[in-house]
């Protein structure tokens, strides 16, 4: 909810045009601007950062999921004010704590986890590109590059996330025993969490894929390979 208020600020002020003005047009030129890192030696190859804006946005992004994995208490008493669940839901709160729980390895740990989660669909939506399932290109204006941009940064974020839910939980399966094992031993027979392992050792396989050098490596490969089965099979259609 968080994300969606932010990209729909974003296309309001885009739509209406609030960048007009001198303030507007320098808001403009600074977000247009791009730096680069690198050595400054004459005829040295530097990189390009992405602009200004992507790089405010992202920090924007990567500063309310931090915010909403770790301020405030992990879990919260159903009965209290802020979440007040006693009427409704009742299945639920009878198999949950009672009281509020600040921090533990398990709290946090879920807590990641769930916002892990939560960004899916925002990696989804930065990844669509045509309408009209582009929501996001249709609502900021914003074409595929720097969609693209944004696509990656969150999914890192997630990646990141998800290794800190990761993290958490391994020191409190380490922490707990029963008949003298950790918990960590005990949870192999658990077939949820075998396929929570699968699934983020798959994920981190995919973020590791993704990297630039690996990606534009096997890109090439891939191409070469397209072009001597071309060549190939225009070959054998040669008369002899």
Excluded at 72 to 86: K, T
Excluded at 100 to 123: D, E
Aim: aromatic residues 12%.
């Amino acid at each position: 909810m968080a994300l969606a208020l932010v990209a729909l600020v974003y296309g309001a002020s885009h739509h209406l045009r609030l960048s007009g003005g001198s303030f507007g047009a320098w808001l403009t030129k600074y977000g247009m601007r791009r730096h680069t890192i690198g050595s400054k030696r004459p005829g040295a190859r530097n990189r390009a950062l992405p602009s200004n804006n992507v790089i405010l946005t992202v920090a924007i992004v990567v500063a309310l999921t931090i915010a909403l994995c770790v301020v405030g208490a992990d879990y919260v008493a159903p009965s209290s004010s802020v979440l007040n669940f006693s009427t409704s839901f009742k299945r639920a709160v009878s198999s949950s704590p009672g009281y509020t729980i600040q921090k533990s390895f398990w709290t946090s740990g879920s807590r990641f986890g769930f916002m892990a989660f939560a960004l899916m669909p925002a990696v989804v939506l930065l990844a669509i590109k045509g309408p009209p399932f582009g929501l996001v290109s249709l609502v900021t204006g914003l074409r595929s590059d720097k969609l693209a941009m944004l696509h990656r940064a969150v999914a890192w974020l997630i990646w990141t996330v998800t290794t800190a839910h990761v993290a958490l939980w391994t020191v409190q399966l380490f922490q707990d025993s029963r008949n003298g094992r950790a918990t960590w031993f005990l949870m192999w027979t658990n077939y949820r969490f075998i396929f929570g392992c699968i699934a983020y050792f798959a994920l981190t396989a995919l973020m590791l894929l993704s990297l630039r050098p690996i990606r534009k490596n096997r890109y090439e490969a891939s191409q070469n390979e397209g072009k001597s089965t071309q060549l190939t099979s225009s070959s054998s259609t040669l008369p002899t």
